[in-house]
């Protein structure tokens, strides 16, 4: 799911402005998403390594090795959130990192370069706000929805994990469905109400301001 996440915010990045971010949306993409799938195969790998031990010891090597993907999941979602949080505060403030590129190509080279930066860009060049649509904010708002509840259940699995397999976290079945189910079922739900493919669509109309 969080991958969808990614993706999403990569997409707003191109309808707003890429101009803000200190990140080009391709590095975001393979950046993100591939530290997401990475962390998606350690998971499954060390459940494998923990049902197939023949010892105590080796089914808590299998289970630290699943808390390493979950926590490189959290700092991926981290390091989105946080860069998340930089682009929109310069969008709001109208602050640009780099004058305004016209193709994909002038993005990256834009982002490697790293001139002009510091907000030194004049705001003229800039058309971040008016690109921001209601369509476009209401996308933000079920993105962060979706995110933060994500991340909550990030917490619990990483705590239920390093508590040991017969720990009370993982053995609490109220707590489980509390901080691992409800909050993956509220996500998504989030997603269906604030659903990109009708708040921002690809080629559609959240895609006027950028021509």
């Known amino acids: 799911?969080?991958?969808?996440?990614?993706?999403?915010?990569?997409?707003?990045?191109?309808?707003?402005?890429?101009?803000?971010?200190?990140?080009?949306?391709?590095?975001?993409?393979?950046?993100?998403?591939?530290?997401?799938?990475?962390?998606l195969l350690i998971q499954p790998i060390g459940g494998a390594m923990a049902a197939t031990a023949n010892t105590p010891s080796g089914s808590a090597t299998g289970a630290h090795v699943m808390v390493g993907g979950i926590i490189l999941q959290m700092v991926a979602i981290t390091v989105y959130a946080l860069t998340s949080v930089e682009y929109f505060w310069r969008v709001y403030k109208e602050r640009p990192l780099f004058a305004r590129p016209t193709n994909e190509s002038d993005i990256s080279m834009a982002s490697r370069s790293g001139t002009p930066r510091s907000g030194d860009v004049e705001k003229t060049e800039s058309h971040g706000l008016a690109n921001l649509t209601g369509n476009v904010r209401t996308m933000v708002l079920g993105l962060i929805i979706a995110t933060v509840l994500v991340y909550i259940r990030s917490i619990y699995r990483t705590a239920e994990l390093l508590d040991g397999w017969g720990g009370p976290i993982i053995?609490?079945?109220?707590?489980?469905?509390?901080?691992?189910?409800?909050?993956?079922?509220?996500?998504?739900?989030?997603?269906?109400v604030f659903h990109p493919g009708r708040l921002i669509p690809d080629g559609g109309p959240a895609d006027g301001s950028m021509a």
């Open 171 to 192: 053995t609490n079945q109220t707590l489980s469905d509390l901080l691992d189910g409800v909050p993956v079922f509220l996500a998504m739900a989030a997603l269906n």
């Open 1 to 39: 799911m969080t991958a969808a996440f990614f993706f999403i915010f990569v997409r707003i990045i191109r309808i707003i402005g890429p101009e803000y971010s200190r990140l080009s949306p391709r590095i975001c993409t393979y950046l993100f998403v591939g530290t997401d799938v990475t962390a």
